[in-house]
């Protein structure tokens, strides 16, 4: 079965950095182009990122480019989201997700119903 188990999250102070991991496993994670949102308990789904397969094309909102480095190994079936200079206002909990078929382009750019399968979440703090 699919699966998706996202890592790295935690506590850090603004003006710092981590690095978010999502393990994918049950499906062909190098031809699926893969993507990462974000919640907060009184907001929605906000989309911060997206990559193609192949690792060509990578995409992101305004709101975060120049901060939020998304990237893949695909030889450890593993996706990646880099977060440099953290605000208070990235806390939420980060979730992974795939887009459903090969040959479409709506979960990579955070068109949701695109999305077939969802990780658990982990959660980033940003506080001082």
């Known amino acids: 079965q699919v699966q998706l188990v996202e890592s790295g999250g935690g506590l850090a102070q603004p003006g710092g950095s981590l690095r978010l991991s999502c393990a994918a496993s049950g499906f062909s994670f190098s031809i699926h182009a893969m993507t990462w949102a974000r919640q907060t308990p009184g907001k929605g789904l906000e989309w911060v990122s997206g990559i193609s397969p192949d690792s060509r094309h990578t995409y992101y909102p305004d709101s975060v480019k120049g901060r939020f480095t998304i990237s893949r190994d695909n030889a450890k079936n593993t996706l990646y989201l880099q977060i440099n200079s953290l605000k208070p206002e990235d806390t939420a909990l980060y979730y992974c997700?795939?887009?459903?078929?090969?040959?479409?382009?709506?979960?990579?750019?955070?068109?949701?119903?695109?999305?077939?399968?969802w990780g658990r979440g982990t959660q980033v703090t940003v506080s001082s």
């Open positions: 997700a795939k887009e459903k078929t090969t040959d479409q382009t709506m979960c990579v750019l955070g068109i949701f119903g695109g999305c077939d399968y």
